[in-house]
């Protein structure tokens, strides 16, 4: 298997992905990293296809790359490696992270060994776009004393993956290292270095001896009463040691510092993407240089002697960052201490500004025009700031920033359903349409001899998260987190009379759904889980799980069968009682009449929806028929699905009871019709197994010889050049690039980029920076056509 190059590049500048970026950081960390695990979620999924993708040469050298069942059994596995001092790399997104915490709360307190490290990578969400609940994890963080790294731009996010080891070292402590989406979707142009390997790897093993090697250390790795309250007297020491090696590294400093004995009107404090979008805004405002920055790369725990120091070159202090007041209020007690004590008088103000001002918002995320928005009126106004900075260009900055947010712009809006060919959509479509029968009171007197059953429907997290949306939205009805739907339901079993359901993914059922499994047959309650077993984890963008052959670097695994583990939890007893079918849904007569009789019938019921991910399925199925276009010239045999104009009556039932993409609305001879748009379709006969009508028709094209072409014959030699960039007179001026995937924005990207001139306003932050908006998998590319890329770069004139 080819391996990508610019993972094994030593000496100049390439282009990566903020997770690619990880990924690379690790190979670069002195003496080599040993384990890199956790748990796919968005945005941090990419990290684990970069793994995938260079599973060769991690094997090669004997490194692990394997996801756990979930994020707490990650950071046990990150726990057990500090046995032979390895250095692992632990990656999982914000809420994931509250799954990890009493494995992470103990791992932290008992700390690492000798040359060994933990990097708990945290992929953050500030604007709450793909995360169930808003999350800051400094907070959890603080919670379990894990210090904090902030990284800023791409070429920090990977070289601080070294540096987080050297602060690990120096505290013996797990360091956390915060990802938010726009660096982890992100990416840009970096300086490579030579990768490092590790001694101690899976082809080198080593024997642990009790005498030498474990019994020494049990007062520090068994942590139980009274050892856990001795260990914790040492972290003030351990949080301190991490502070001073950050100073000496660099990692907090002071960008513009007064000159001694002089201080400035105004100062800022800020981290991570907090620190971009500042330097940004300065930079339009022409302010850069011009006033004192705090740069916090490690935002937990606070440098006390950087941050005394640079309250006294202040007479006011701005902090910067996204979300809630975690800096802020930090920063405050940490002043009011040395106002006590050293009678230093410096206001902070963040969230709130002087004057009664709207501060940095405390919700969602911040932008450069956030930012500016509120910054300017400070400046502008501000009673001791030198006249040439409170004129300038502030108000037109100002005045352009909310213009631009007055203009009244629509984008066409599609709501997030299942790809075509989803699995889901079976199963989805017949429990709409089986509710509804469910809901009748004659067709139940008439099939079944009973009044009405109105369904409970509980919700759990995978791609069936989408039934929260039409046409599908009755099928969702609670959400308590992953693996918790019958949990949920186990809450008001008691009191209800309703049928319950509950879907599944088999991603969440090796998670954690098959403890709510057992709950429900240990108390007998009356569910019907409906786990839709499609062979991967779809959602974050086809990672391995527990029921496939092969982990991330294709080394053999033994994969776990749902229906024998379900089986397995049973009692003898209750054999009879507990219902385990499983089933291809794409026989919908079969899996319709199944699931009727099962979820009507009392006590505990598991259905297993067998089928593969649409997108694995006719992912392999196009390269077969590129393989046969190759060496044929042509595709023999073809079947599209195809709309009738004469037939359709424009009903709408089609994508009512379906929602699939792969659907559209034509204008045609006979006014507004369905079409099937052949861009999407892929022909797996969902739209015409619900047989909302007969317009729906499947064409079969054989050929016996390429078809001929329609397309114009260019003449690549008399191709005009390009015109002149308006803004090419200019020394640096700025491309922006917006467009869907297959529109070649990727390709683009990767051939401007790398000429991209770094720009100073973020120390490098925006070399040449794309943003991937990605699919429903909140990762996956083009799950419901809404993906987009875009470029922000500086070219050189």
Not at 2 to 10: N, S, V
Not at 92 to 108: E, Q, R
Not at 429 to 439: A, F, Q, T, W
Not at 671 to 689: E, I, L, P, Y
Request: aromatic share 6%.
């Amino acid at each position: 298997m080819k391996i990508d190059p610019r993972f094994i590049q030593e000496t100049g500048r390439d282009i990566y992905t903020g997770n690619e970026l990880l990924v690379k950081g690790a190979l670069e960390s002195e003496g080599g990293v040993h384990l890199l695990t956790g748990y796919p979620g968005s945005p941090i999924a990419g990290f684990f296809d970069a793994c995938q993708t260079i599973g060769p040469l991690l094997r090669e050298h004997g490194v692990v790359a394997r996801l756990a069942g979930n994020e707490a059994l990650s950071v046990a596995m990150v726990n057990g490696s500090q046995m032979t001092a390895c250095r692992a790399v632990v990656a999982f997104k914000s809420v994931g992270m509250h799954v990890a915490s009493d494995a992470l709360a103990l791992g932290v307190l008992a700390g690492t060994k000798g040359e060994g490290g933990a990097v708990v990578v945290c992929g953050d969400d500030p604007w709450s776009d793909s995360t169930q609940v808003p999350a800051d994890s400094r907070y959890l963080a603080e919670h379990v004393r894990m210090p904090m790294l902030e990284p800023t731009s791409p070429q920090e996010v990977k070289d601080w993956v070294d540096v987080a080891f050297q602060l690990g070292r120096a505290g013996s402590i797990y360091i956390g290292y915060s990802m938010p989406v726009a660096l982890a979707d992100g990416g840009g142009t970096v300086d490579v270095r030579p990768n490092h390997f590790p001694q101690l790897n899976t082809n080198q093993r080593t024997t642990l001896s009790y005498v030498k090697d474990i019994e020494p250390d049990l007062d520090q790795f068994v942590l139980l009463p009274p050892r856990s309250w001795r260990r914790e007297q040492g972290m003030a020491d351990r949080h301190a040691a991490v502070c001073a090696e950050a100073r000496q590294l660099g990692v907090n400093r002071i960008d513009h510092k007064r000159q001694k004995g002089e201080t400035s009107a105004l100062g800022f404090v800020a981290s991570g993407m907090g620190y971009a979008y500042l330097r940004h805004a300065l930079d339009e405002l022409g302010l850069t240089g011009r006033l004192p920055i705090l740069k916090l790369g490690l935002s937990y725990p606070l440098d006390e002697q950087l941050v005394v120091e640079f309250a006294g070159q202040c007479e006011q202090i701005v902090v910067v960052e996204e979300r809630r007041a975690f800096l802020e209020t930090h920063i405050k007690a940490l002043l009011s201490a040395a106002r006590q004590r050293d009678g230093l008088d410096v206001s902070v103000w963040g969230k709130e500004l002087p004057g009664g001002l709207p501060g940095m918002p405390g919700e969602r995320g911040l932008n450069p025009s956030i930012v500016m928005d509120r910054l300017v009126p400070l400046i502008r106004d501000h009673p001791t700031l030198p006249i040439e900075m409170t004129n300038g260009r502030l108000t037109d900055e100002l005045d352009w920033i909310r213009r631009t947010g007055d203009v009244d712009f629509r984008l066409p809006l599609r709501t997030p359903t299942f790809c075509p060919g989803c699995p889901h959509r079976d199963s989805s479509s017949v429990l709409m349409e089986l509710r509804n029968d469910l809901l009748d009171p004659d067709y139940m007197q008439r099939a079944h001899h009973r009044g009405p059953v109105d369904l409970v429907s509980h919700g759990d997290t995978g791609c069936y998260t989408m039934l929260m949306f039409e046409p599908t939205k009755p099928l969702m009805h609670n959400y308590s987190g992953m693996g918790l739907g019958g949990a949920t339901g186990a809450g008001v079993d008691p009191f209800i009379d309703n049928k319950q359901i509950v879907f599944m993914g088999d991603g969440t059922f090796y998670h954690s759904g098959q403890v709510a499994i057992s709950q429900s047959i240990y108390t007998g309650q009356d569910i019907t889980y409906i786990i839709l077993d499609n062979k991967t984890t779809a959602m974050t963008g086809h990672q391995p799980n527990a029921g496939v052959e092969h982990d991330l670097t294709g080394d053999e695994m033994n994969p776990e069968d749902i229906e024998r583990i379900v089986r397995g939890m049973v009692p003898k007893e209750t054999t009879a009682d507990v219902r385990v079918v499983r089933m291809d849904p794409s026989d919908r007569d079969a899996y319709r009449k199944m699931l009727e009789k099962t979820i009507l019938a009392d006590g505990v019921k598991i259905v297993v929806a067998d089928k593969e991910c649409g997108i694995t399925y006719h992912r392999r199925q196009r390269r077969d028929r590129l393989a046969e276009q190759r060496d044929n010239g042509f595709v023999e045999r073809q079947t599209f699905m195809n709309v009738s104009e004469e037939v359709c009556e424009f009903c709408l039932e089609c994508t009512n009871q379906t929602g699939c993409p792969g659907l559209k609305i034509a204008d045609t001879d006979y006014g507004s019709k369905m079409q099937t748009d052949f861009s999407w379709c892929v022909n797996d006969g969902a739209c015409a197994r619900i047989f909302a009508c007969p317009s729906f028709e499947q064409i079969t094209i054989h050929r016996n010889r390429p078809p001929r072409s329609g397309d114009e014959h260019v003449k690549l030699h008399d191709i005009p050049d390009l015109p002149r960039p308006l803004h090419a007179d200019q020394p640096i001026w700025r491309c922006y690039l917006a467009g869907g995937g297959g529109m070649g924005i990727s390709g683009l990207h990767r051939l401007l980029a790398p000429h991209c001139r770094p720009l100073s306003l973020a120390g490098g932050a925006y070399r040449g920076r794309r943003v991937g908006v990605d699919g429903m998998a909140w990762l996956h590319r083009g799950m419901y056509s809404c993906s987009r890329e875009i470029l922000q770069a500086q070219l050189l004139g």
